[in-house]
């Protein structure tokens, strides 16, 4: 019994590692929102496009990077479940982008990502 239950909780965090989620801000172009989503374990648990995007030089526009970001994210997973905009998710999501990143300049490229709602 104890061993069914090992490989049952064994099979879950393994197919826990393929969860993932992004948090798009609703903006005055698009309705914001959570997405779970089913991918391969390439980004955070708690991804945004905002991480993507944080560490691309400053002569590249960030706006590409963010449409790019989220499609990439559309499109290399199955999403599970789309739910409303989660302000404590979006926050989190940004605290996760920050891990190991030079503060100054990952809030200067933040204020570039904020001036397009992002």
Known sequence: MRLALALVGAALLFCALFVRSYTVPPAPDRRGGTTVSLALPNRPLFGSPRADCLGTPDSEPV????IASVNRARSEAIPLVSLGFSPACYDLSQRIALIG?????????????????W
């Open 63 to 66: 706006i590409a990077c963010l």
């Open 101 to 117: 990143r030079d503060a100054a300049a990952a809030e200067a490229r933040h204020a570039q990502i904020a001036r397009f709602g």
